[in-house]
């Protein structure tokens, strides 16, 4: 197994978190199947986006329930999680937590999507 090189997230708005994972988050769209799927990717991952209904987006379990909490990106280097923090707040993308070391000798930050998903880029020896 090479793990986990694929999400799929259901948006409100695809046109808006089409222009999000590809202008902030540099992805590419890899195939676009119908107006309501985008395929992206960033050479290396996978990330779908599926544009959901009216009636789905009633339906959404609220934050609090069992579910996806995050999900991240790994950069080579820990200095570029500063530099992501740095382009990130440039372009009004709120960090949720700036820049930190964790116990292990990782360090990431973390921000939201245009539909609250959490994200975070993360730069940990043991596997960048």
Not at 47 to 56: F, K, N, S, V, Y
């Amino acid at each position: 197994m090479l793990g986990v090189r694929h999400v799929a997230l259901r948006v409100k708005d695809l046109h808006r978190s089409l222009e999000f994972y590809t202008s902030v988050l540099k992805f590419r769209t890899e195939w676009h199947p119908d107006p309501k799927n985008v395929y992206l990717t960033s050479g290396s991952d996978s990330l779908a986006l599926h544009q959901i209904d009216r009636a789905e987006e009633l339906s959404l379990p609220s934050e609090t329930t069992i579910g996806l909490d995050h999900f991240g990106f790994f950069v080579a280097k820990a200095e570029e999680v500063d530099e992501w923090a740095k382009e990130l707040e440039e372009r009004g993308v709120a960090l949720v937590q700036k820049p930190k070391m964790h116990r292990d000798g990782a360090r990431s930050l973390y921000f939201r999507d245009p539909d609250g998903n959490l994200i975070q880029i993360l730069h940990h020896p043991a596997v960048s």
